[in-house]
T-cell receptor, first 113, second 108 residues
Framework: SQTIHQWPATLVQPVGSPLSLECTVE??????LYWYRQAAGRGLQLLFY??????ISSEVPQNLSASRPQDRQFILSSKKLLLSDSGFYLC????????????FGSGTRLTVV | KNEVEQSPQNLTAQEGEFITINCSYS?????LHWLQQHPGGGIVSLFM???GKKKHGRLIATINIQEKHSSLHITASHPRDSAVYIC??????????FGKGTKLTVNP
C-alpha cells in the first residue's frame, strides 16, 4: 500500500537558522509531489510541486526552496528562516498525469522564534 | 482566479444531529475534494467527486457541477467527527485550490 512519511512533526527554530523538512513516499512510482503551507487562519497554499526528479515548480516567491533528489523524496529547505516562515507544512502526493486522489503527510508545525 | 468559499466557518452541534457543510467555487473544475483535518494537523482525504453523490459510512458528499456547489453531510454526528473540514477544487492534474475550512465541534 502507498504511504507518505513526513518529519519532523514539530520544530522550533531561531530566526536566521537553516531548515530542512523531508518527505518520502512508499508504494508508488513517479508521483507528483507537493509542499503546502497553512498559515494561521488561512487555507492551504501550494508552495512547490514536482512532476519528476530534479523538476521543481514554485508557486509563490519566498524564502524557501525545494528539491527532489530521488523519485520518492521531496525536501523543503531554507538557508535563513524568517519569522513569517512559521506555519504548518504539509507534503502530499498524487498520481502523475491523472486527476486522482491526494494523499497528505502528517505535517510539520514550524515555529520560528 | 478561482475562489473556493465554504460555509459556515464554524459549526457547533449536539451529538446525533445531521450536519451540512457547503462549498461554492467560481470556475470550471475537473474534480472536488473533501478533506478532514484533525487538531494535530494531519489531513485525511474523505472524498473526490466529479459528479453526483458519494457515500462512506455516515458521510455523504454531493456536487452540482452546473451550480458550482458541493455539500458534505454527516448523519448521526459524534464527538469524534470534530475536526476542520476542507473543500478543495481541482483545476488540473497539478493545481488544487483550497477553501479555508469549516471547524466542526460536536458536543456529547
Amino acid at each position: 500500500s502507498q504511504t507518505i512519511h513526513q518529519w519532523p512533526a514539530t520544530l522550533v527554530q531561531p530566526v536566521g537558522s537553516p531548515l530542512s523538512l523531508e518527505c518520502t513516499v512508499e508504494g508508488t512510482s513517479n508521483p507528483n509531489l507537493y509542499w503546502y503551507r497553512q498559515a494561521a487562519g488561512r487555507g492551504l497554499q501550494l508552495l512547490f510541486y514536482s512532476v519528476g526528479i530534479g523538476q521543481i515548480s514554485s508557486e509563490v516567491p519566498q524564502n524557501l526552496s525545494a528539491s527532489r533528489p530521488q523519485d520518492r523524496q521531496f525536501i523543503l529547505s531554507s538557508k535563513k528562516l524568517l519569522l513569517s516562515d512559521s506555519g504548518f507544512y504539509l507534503c502530499a502526493w498524487s498520481v502523475r498525469d491523472r486527476v486522482g486522489g491526494y494523499t497528505f503527510g502528517s505535517g510539520t508545525r514550524l515555529t520560528v522564534v | 482566479k478561482n475562489e473556493v468559499e465554504q460555509s459556515p466557518q464554524n459549526l457547533t452541534a449536539q451529538e446525533g444531529e445531521f450536519i451540512t457543510i457547503n462549498c461554492s467555487y467560481s470556475v470550471g473544475i475537473s474534480a472536488l475534494h473533501w478533506l478532514q483535518q484533525h487538531p494535530g494537523g494531519g489531513i485525511v482525504s474523505l472524498f473526490m467527486l466529479s459528479s453526483g453523490k458519494k457515500k462512506h459510512g455516515r458521510l455523504i458528499a454531493t456536487i452540482n457541477i452546473q451550480e458550482k456547489h458541493s455539500s458534505l453531510h454527516i448523519t448521526a454526528s459524534h464527538p469524534r467527527d470534530s475536526a476542520v473540514y476542507i473543500c478543495a477544487v481541482r483545476l488540473n492534474p497539478i493545481e488544487l485550490v483550497f477553501g479555508k475550512g469549516t471547524k466542526l465541534t460536536v458536543n456529547p
